[in-house]
């Protein structure tokens, strides 16, 4: 059974940071791409960011860029979101997501690429 589990959503002030973690169980981490998403209330799902399997490729959505950072720890199983400078618009359920496919090719950005989700975290940021 394939498990991704996030954490470290919360509740932040405008121009405050927070650390996302997905934990990924019951795959073999590092032959995914991993990705994360948001979705607001009434809004598409939207890919935010994109690392492959080794994590030496990154991609990012041009909202984000320069303010969120992905990672991930291969050792762990883990994946990770900085993010930076948050704004009060970026509030949103965020899911990691793991795609079959090692790398950030193609449409990594469209949820119908990706094959395994996560419950998601909430990320609520304040004016």
């Known amino acids: 059974l394939v498990e991704l589990v996030e954490s470290g959503g919360g509740s932040v002030e405008a121009g405050g940071s927070l650390r996302l973690s997905c934990t990924a169980s019951?795959?073999?981490?590092?032959?995914?791409?991993m990705v994360w998403f948001r979705q607001a209330p009434g809004k598409e799902r939207e890919g935010v960011s994109c690392?492959?399997?080794?994590?030496?490729?990154?991609y990012y959505a041009d909202s984000v860029k320069g303010r969120f950072t992905i990672s991930r720890d291969n050792a762990k199983n883990t994946l990770y979101l900085q993010m930076n400078n948050l704004k009060p618009e970026e509030s949103a359920m965020y899911y990691c997501?793991?795609?079959?496919?090692?790398?950030?090719?193609?449409?990594?950005?469209?949820?119908?690429?990706?094959?395994?989700w996560g419950q998601g975290t909430q990320v609520t940021v304040s004016s």
């Open positions: 997501a793991a795609g079959a496919s090692g790398y950030c090719s193609g449409s990594w950005w469209s949820p119908v690429a990706s094959n395994y």
């Open positions: 019951g795959l073999t981490f590092d032959n995914y791409r």
């Open positions: 690392i492959d399997w080794s994590g030496v490729a990154t």
